[in-house]
């Protein structure tokens, strides 16, 4: 079974554009969140989608958005990039929303420049 | 305070060594927690799970939780050079499933 698939696995941006990520859960998995990860930190957590609603939002901006498609699969969008948006962007995926961990993807590597 | 706090390291040990890393939680009512493993570069990978009080042992590795003392700890025994990486502990948070990581311990192993 494929695990959790994200892409692109490196993105450079200009301060300013936009990024839309992507990730694929595993099949028969419901919920994906999504985290950011800069250099030396845990994970922080962004958003988390069940059965296609939000279900739960960190502290981030308003600037960052998120959805979650009929097939599960998800986006994350982040407008009016900053340089301190450089991060490991995890998507992670599980059964249930509160279930007994979540499995990781491999993260896009983001850099705004 | 931070609501899930772990020592940044790095922590060294021989080969061969006990490995003990531990992690602190502000929130009482937390129920259940993990630990995870990151190698550079990589993303966390899941490798315990406990919510009971005590301790939970897979392989080489045990996890202890003492929910009166709002700790839990995570022992590698018989270290190997290959479990050098950064170990995350988390915990649910107040929103669905909200994970909160703390900032993670380095382990590295010396052969």
């Known amino acids: 079974d494929a695990g959790v698939t994200q892409s692109p696995t490196h993105l450079i941006k200009t301060r300013g554009q936009q990024v839309t990520l992507r990730c694929s859960p595993i099949?028969?998995?419901?919920?994906v969140s999504w985290y950011q990860q800069v250099l030396g930190q845990g994970p922080q957590f962004i958003f988390q989608?069940?059965?296609?609603?939000?279900?739960g939002r960190g502290n981030f901006p308003d600037r960052f958005s998120a959805r979650q498609f009929p097939n599960y699969s998800s986006e994350l969008n982040v407008n009016a990039l900053l340089l301190g948006d450089s991060a490991l962007y995890l998507c992670?995926?599980?059964?249930?929303?509160?279930?007994?961990?979540?499995?990781f993807g491999s993260g896009t590597r983001l850099t705004v420049v | 305070q931070k609501e899930v706090e772990q020592n940044s390291g790095p922590l060294s040990v021989p080969e061969g060594a006990i490995a003990s890393l531990n992690c602190t939680y502000s929130d009482r009512g937390s129920q259940s927690f993990f630990w995870y493993r990151q190698y550079s570069g990589k993303s966390p990978e899941l490798i315990m799970f406990?919510?009971?009080?005590g301790d939970k042992e897979d392989g080489r590795f045990t996890a202890q939780l003492n929910k009166a003392s709002q700790y839990v700890s995570l022992l590698i025994r018989d270290s190997q050079p290959s479990d050098s990486a950064t170990y995350l502990c988390a915990v649910y948070g107040n929103q669905g499933g909200k994970l909160i990581f703390g900032q993670g311990t380095e382990l590295s192993v010396k052969p």
């Open positions: 406990i919510y009971s009080n």
């Open positions: 992670a995926s599980s059964l249930a929303m509160q279930g007994k961990g979540y499995t």
């Open positions: 989608y069940y059965e296609k609603e939000e279900r």
């Open positions: 099949s028969g998995h419901k919920s």
